[in-house]
């Protein structure tokens, strides 16, 4: 009896009858190891126009290569439904570039400013909707909260800028210089929406920082100027993050150039304007015709 109690057998007497029959065992074929894991094939990507970007697409690739690849450089964005919020910014934001065409020194306000809203506001905002009246208040409201920060002395004029990485460009601008009472300069950017609550992790003001302190030849102070909840707030990259945000931008723009779109797949997927069309892709390289980025 073996342990367990399971009897132990003899081999059966028909085994080496049977045996003699079978003929010689065939060779062992090994097959063959599978290949190492790789990442997705390079996209070779022709550009007609320089290599330049800004920091929202640096943003896009950084959380999905491909669904950046689909939406602009292949022009697959397609265009979401507006809602009359979102019109609202538009009108803000058109009347915002505006100012920045129209800078004067000496006014916040500058000549024609009221003339510049109302166009933008029949263009771009939600004028036939029941309640364009509250949202010309709201959007008044933040155009007034930009024009009061801008009474100050030592402005200067807005300045549109370019960071080298990597064989391109990325564009940034800074939509208000301002040398302050203690000789330093400072550098904001204006935006409508709401200040995330991670400024920090913003590629966009590493960018600003950067592009601005090789434009101006000196340490820049960085301002991020959001509409929305009327907030300025300074912008103090402690050195390790700002290492690691430059390495992401570098790393961005190096990705980009040699074609390499890898999709993240989580928990975006579901609202991406690609779903269904991904992981697929036409055959053939893609031609980049018209700039992408101008120094929003
Ligand atoms: S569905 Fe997901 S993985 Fe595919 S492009 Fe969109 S975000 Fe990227």
Known sequence: MMAGGTKKRNPSDY???IAATLGCPPALVRLPSPPPPSGPAAVPITWETPFALDHQHLDSYGKCGLRF???YLL???GRRDETPYMRMHNAVAETVRWLDRNFDAGRAEPEGFGEAFAAAWTEHGPVDHGHAEAYRTIADEM???LL???DEEGRLPPEAMSL???GGSVLSRAHDVVRNADGRLVVRRVATRK???ALLKEIEYIVLDAAAEATFGEPVVVEAVHLTGGSRLPVEIPPKKRDELRAAVVAHMSGI???LFAPSVGSRCPRCPHHFACPGLPGGSAVVRRPLAWGR
């Open 15 to 17: 085994n080496a009858r």
């Open 69 to 71: 690849l689909y939406t």
């Open 75 to 77: 022009g697959l964005g």
């Open 143 to 145: 155009l007034r909260f």
């Open 148 to 150: 009061g920060l801008r």
């Open 164 to 166: 080298a990485v990597a």
């Open 195 to 197: 200040a995330p609550s």
């Open 257 to 259: 150039g040699a074609g």
